[in-house]
C-alpha cells in the first residue's frame, strides 16, 4: 500500500516547495485537488520541482473542458513526469458546474462515461494507432491534421480514474477506468456493502479483473501523540466530515448506518454558518465510523488494519495544512509512508 499526500490549491511556487519536501520526506506521491486553483497547473509545477514523484489530479472537473483540451493537458503532463502522472477526473455537482463553469450537467453519469472513452480515443489518434474518429451523444472528434498531434510518447497513456460515490458510478468505473477515488466521506461497511460489490458487477459487464483498478482512497485520521495534538486534528476532522456530510447527495453515508436525517441537520447548521451545531452534531460515535485514531508510531499499523485489502493508495487528506502549521509534520507523514510500502 502507497501513501501519497494531498494538495489543495495554492500559487505555483508553494507548490513546489510543498513537491520537494513531500519528495524529501518519503511520500509515494502527490494528490491535487480542483477548487480555486486549477489541479493541471499544480501538477505541472510539481513534476519540475520533485522529479520522479507520483502525481495525479484527485479530482479535476470534467465536464467544463472538451475531452480533447483534456487529454492534450494529461499528454503533456505524462510525458513531463516521466509517465507518473495520473489522470483523475470527477463531475463536480449541478450548481458548480452550471454556474461557476456555465457548462452542461444533465446526466452526469453517462456523460462521464463518455468522456472516458472520448480521452482514450484521442490518445490512441495521438499515438497513431488509428485516425481519430470518435462519435458520442456529448462529445464528436473527427479532425486532427499532422500538425496539431502532439505525437506519441515514450511512456504509457496517462490511467484515467474517476471519482466514484453512488453505485452506478462504481459500476462505470469499473467498466471503463483504471481507478477510483473514494471520496473522504466513506465507511467501511460502504466500501464492503456497496462500492466493492457496484465494482465488480461493472467490471464483470466489460470482462474486466475489478482487482486491476486502483483504489485511491483519501483518510482524515485523528493522529497525535498528546491529548492536546489529537484534539486539534479532531476539531479540523469534524469541520471536514461536517462540510462534506451537509451536501444532500452524501446524506445516505449516515442514514445507512443509522445516523438518519443527520445529513440535513448538518446542511440547515451549514447555511446558518454554525459550525460549533456541526460538531455537537458530529458525536464520537459518528466520527469513528469515517477516520482512525492514533499516535504516529502506531498510525501506518492502524491505517493498514483498517484498509488492507480495500485501498492500493491512501492519501493524506490533510497533510498540507498540516506542514503549512509545522513542516515537520511531513517528515512524520514519510515515515508512514514508508512502513506501508514496506508491508
Known amino acids: 500500500m502507497h501513501l501519497d499526500v494531498m494538495m489543495g490549491g495554492g500559487d505555483l511556487h508553494s507548490v513546489?516547495?510543498?513537491?520537494?519536501?513531500?519528495?524529501?520526506?518519503?511520500?509515494?506521491?502527490?494528490?491535487?485537488?480542483?477548487?480555486?486553483?486549477?489541479?493541471?497547473?499544480?501538477?505541472?509545477?510539481?513534476?519540475?520541482?520533485?522529479?520522479?514523484?507520483n502525481?495525479?489530479?484527485?479530482?479535476?472537473?470534467?465536464?467544463?473542458?472538451?475531452?480533447?483540451?483534456?487529454?492534450?493537458?494529461?499528454?503533456?503532463?505524462?510525458?513531463?513526469?516521466?509517465?507518473?502522472?495520473?489522470?483523475?477526473?470527477?463531475?463536480?455537482?449541478?450548481?458548480?458546474?452550471?454556474?461557476?463553469?456555465?457548462?452542461?450537467?444533465?446526466?452526469?453519469?453517462?456523460?462521464?462515461?463518455?468522456y472516458v472513452l472520448a480521452v482514450r480515443a484521442i490518445f490512441r489518434a495521438f499515438r497513431g494507432e488509428e485516425k481519430l474518429s470518435f462519435e458520442g451523444e456529448h462529445w464528436s472528434f473527427s479532425f486532427m491534421p499532422p500538425a496539431w498531434a502532439p505525437g506519441p510518447l515514450d511512456v504509457p497513456d496517462p490511467p484515467i480514474d474517476i471519482a466514484a460515490v453512488n453505485p452506478w458510478m462504481w459500476r462505470m468505473a469499473g467498466e471503463?477506468?483504471?481507478?477510483?477515488?473514494?471520496?473522504?466521506?466513506?465507511?467501511?461497511?460502504?466500501?464492503?456493502?456497496?462500492?466493492?460489490?457496484?465494482?465488480?458487477?461493472?467490471a464483470a459487464r466489460a470482462g474486466r479483473d475489478p482487482d486491476a483498478l486502483t483504489m485511491i482512497v483519501p483518510v482524515l485520521p485523528i493522529v497525535g501523540d498528546t491529548e492536546e495534538e489529537q484534539a486539534a486534528m479532531a476539531k479540523m476532522v469534524r469541520q471536514q466530515l461536517g462540510f462534506y456530510g451537509s451536501t444532500p447527495a452524501y446524506a445516505f453515508q449516515f442514514d445507512r448506518l443509522g445516523f438518519e436525517g443527520l445529513g440535513p441537520k448538518l446542511n440547515a447548521l451549514?447555511?446558518?454558518?454554525?459550525t460549533a451545531g456541526q460538531a455537537?452534531?458530529?458525536?464520537?460515535?459518528?466520527?469513528?465510523?469515517f477516520v482512525v485514531r492514533?499516535?504516529?508510531?502506531?498510525?501506518?499499523?492502524?491505517?493498514?488494519?483498517?484498509?488492507?485489502?480495500?485501498?492500493?493508495?491512501?492519501?493524506?487528506?490533510?497533510?498540507?495544512?498540516?506542514?503549512?502549521?509545522?513542516?515537520?509534520?511531513?517528515?512524520?507523514?514519510?515515515?508512514?509512508?514508508?512502513?506501508?510500502?514496506?508491508s
Open 176 to 202: 471503463v477506468a483504471d481507478g477510483v477515488h473514494v471520496h473522504p466521506l466513506h465507511s467501511m461497511s460502504y466500501l464492503d456493502e456497496v462500492a466493492r460489490p457496484a465494482l465488480e458487477e461493472g
Open 16 to 53: 513546489q516547495r510543498f513537491a520537494h519536501a513531500a519528495q524529501a520526506a518519503g511520500a509515494a506521491g502527490l494528490v491535487f485537488t480542483e477548487t480555486g486553483r486549477t489541479a493541471y497547473l499544480s501538477v505541472a509545477a510539481a513534476a519540475l520541482a520533485a522529479p520522479g514523484i
Open 280 to 289: 455537537e452534531l458530529l458525536t464520537d460515535e459518528v466520527v469513528d465510523q
Open 270 to 274: 451549514l447555511k446558518q454558518g454554525d
Open 294 to 342: 492514533s499516535t504516529w508510531k502506531d498510525l501506518a499499523g492502524a491505517l493498514r488494519d483498517r484498509y488492507q485489502g480495500h485501498a492500493d493508495r491512501l492519501v493524506a487528506y490533510h497533510a498540507y495544512a498540516m506542514w503549512r502549521n509545522d513542516n515537520e509534520t511531513l517528515d512524520r507523514w514519510g515515515e508512514v509512508a514508508r512502513d506501508l510500502a514496506a
Open 55 to 114: 502525481l495525479s489530479t484527485g479530482v479535476a472537473v470534467a465536464f467544463p473542458r472538451s475531452p480533447m483540451v483534456t487529454a492534450q493537458t494529461a499528454w503533456e503532463l505524462a510525458d513531463v513526469s516521466g509517465g507518473r502522472f495520473r489522470l483523475g477526473l470527477g463531475t463536480q455537482v449541478r450548481t458548480h458546474v452550471e454556474r461557476r463553469y456555465s457548462a452542461e450537467f444533465d446526466g452526469p453519469g453517462p456523460r462521464l462515461r463518455e
